[in-house]
């Protein structure tokens, strides 16, 4: 059997770069999350417990799939910045409200630039996630469009400063690292 632009495993089937790419996520992640586990501190009831910072600087690898910017999984990078405006609406939880402004660019040439309030949830020590409602304005396929963006995500963070960061909604997924400055 040929496998052009794969790699052939031991049972003699085909694999995609991409293909091995998720599966070496799928086995490396549970681990870094089982070893920052040991370590964890529940900071969820502790209003305003998390780092202290007025933007958040994000540099990050895209995957789009939706329509009108990246059809069919096209691949990017971008930059997201947040900054920081307050803690969050509730009071009795470790919430954070930020307003972030992207540029992502896919390899089809493409531009999105994702406009959204981000809403924090500090969970603990080494974990923290978010909600992003908002719009993205882009060039879509003919030309410039405005369409409504919300992305759900997650960091897992390395030091009170530095964390790798998920996200997953419309009109792409990233990955990137996070920088609370």
Known sequence: MSCPNAVRWPSNRCRTPRALAAA????????????????????IKQPGDHPRY???????????????????????AGFRGTFHITNGFVKTVNDSIGVGVGLDVGTNGRVVVP???????????HWSVFGEPG???????????????????????????????????YPALSVG?????
């Open 135 to 169: 719009l993205a304005v882009g060039s879509g396929a003919a030309n410039a469009a405005v369409w409504p963006a919300f992305f759900v995500g997650g960091r897992l963070h390395f030091t009170d400063r530095v964390a790798l960061t998920f996200r997953l909604g």
């Open 24 to 43: 070496g996520a799928l086995i490396v992640l549970p681990l870094v999350a089982r070893g920052a586990a040991a370590a964890e501190h529940s900071i």
């Open 177 to 181: 690292v996070s920088f609370l400055l």
């Open 54 to 76: 007025v933007f958040e600087a994000e540099p990050h690898l895209i995957l789009g799939w939706g329509d009108p910017f990246f059809p069919n999984g096209v691949p990017g």
């Open 115 to 125: 406009v959204v309030m981000q809403w924090n949830f500090w969970l603990s020590t």
